[in-house]
């Protein structure tokens, strides 16, 4: 099984390659194209991200790579990563519930924009603590309703996952790569996560 790494607004970092490695990624995609961007901040990436690039192009790029692959797939996504393979969870082509078989969200705060779609895939999402703009429980109780779909609200906030962001905690990241580890070899073994 292939395991690919979807970035967030702050594309294909350093730190994104070590996380891609630690949890045996294939491929890691980006919203720039593998180009590396060197971001200041959050701000300056999510500002670029929505003027140059946007969910909708994002989720093209995803979709296009999902079906140039053959062999089955685990989909790993973080903030609008985790937004589009949520939005892909949905495409009712015949070639992507065919080729995914998992994916694993971290904090995927538009998500809430699209709580009405039925995965054609099994997705955990991996919701933070609390998020400025909408109730991360209520969101996360509507969701894990879904079939197919398993929603958690950890105790760290939005990009601890991500050395870059203002709200990485090294406890938070250990702890979920090595679960990561864990249901994506358990997601390969016997396709359950």
């Not at 350093?14 to 901040?41: H, Q, T």
Request: with cysteine; proline share 3%.
């Amino acid at each position: 099984m292939n395991n690919i790494v979807v970035a967030d607004v702050f594309g294909k970092t350093s730190a994104l390659v070590e996380l891609g490695s630690a949890i045996n990624a294939d491929v890691i995609v980006d919203p720039y194209n593998g180009r590396s961007m060197n971001f200041k901040d959050e701000t300056q990436a999510y500002n670029y991200f929505i003027e140059h690039v946007g969910l909708d192009k994002y989720l093209a790029t995803l979709s296009k790579i999902v079906k140039e692959y053959s062999d089955e797939c685990t989909l790993i996504g973080f903030s609008v990563g985790a937004s589009v393979i949520w939005q892909l969870s949905q495409m009712k082509s015949v070639k992507i519930p065919k080729v995914v078989k998992h994916a694993f969200c971290f904090y995927g705060s538009q998500i809430r924009h699209f709580s009405k779609l039925t995965p054609t895939f099994k997705v955990k999402l991996i919701f933070p603590k609390s998020e400025p703009h909408f109730d991360v429980s209520t969101l996360r109780y509507t969701l894990a309703k879904k079939q197919k779909v398993t929603a958690i609200q950890v105790d760290f906030l939005h990009g601890f996952m991500n050395t870059y962001s203002n709200n990485f905690n090294q406890i938070g990241y250990k702890e979920n790569i090595a679960l990561l580890q864990q249901d994506i070899n358990d997601a390969s073994n016997d396709g359950t996560a």
